[in-house]
């Protein structure tokens, strides 16, 4: 192998590896599933999907995954949605601060965790 492939090998690796994707949707932001029709609040992000493959079918993995907790009529429940699927719910109004206090914990650096009795 020439050196000049050897480094353009490597340089190619390092990009790919170095290549962050920002997901588009923040935790407390109301969204809505474009196939199933709910709406609900995002809780979490996984960078790409944390479960098996085999579950996923033809959905790429390798995008941002969301937690969204939705409404039901037996109560609260979790989601597990890629990126692809969800959207910005137009004419929602954001939750309130009251509302975040409620659904996560905010650390001093501005970011939110989920309360997990809230969800109860």
Do not use: W
Not at 23 to 34: D, E, P
Not at 99 to 119: M, W, Y
């Amino acid at each position: 192998m020439t050196i000049f492939k050897a480094t353009f090998m490597c340089a190619k690796r390092i990009r790919l590896m170095t290549q962050a994707r920002t997901a588009r949707f923040g935790l407390g932001q109301k969204v809505r599933h474009i196939h199933h029709v709910f709406y609900g609040l995002v809780l979490d992000v996984d960078a790409r999907y944390q479960g098996p493959i085999e579950d996923i079918g033809s959905i790429n993995p390798e995008q941002p995954f969301y937690s969204v907790m939705v409404e039901t009529d037996d109560g609260v429940a979790i989601a597990y949605a890629a990126e692809e699927a969800l959207a910005v719910t137009e004419g929602v109004e954001p939750i309130s601060e009251q509302e975040q206090c409620r659904l996560f914990t905010v650390g001093s650096n501005g970011r939110h965790a989920p309360r997990v009795h809230a969800l109860q």
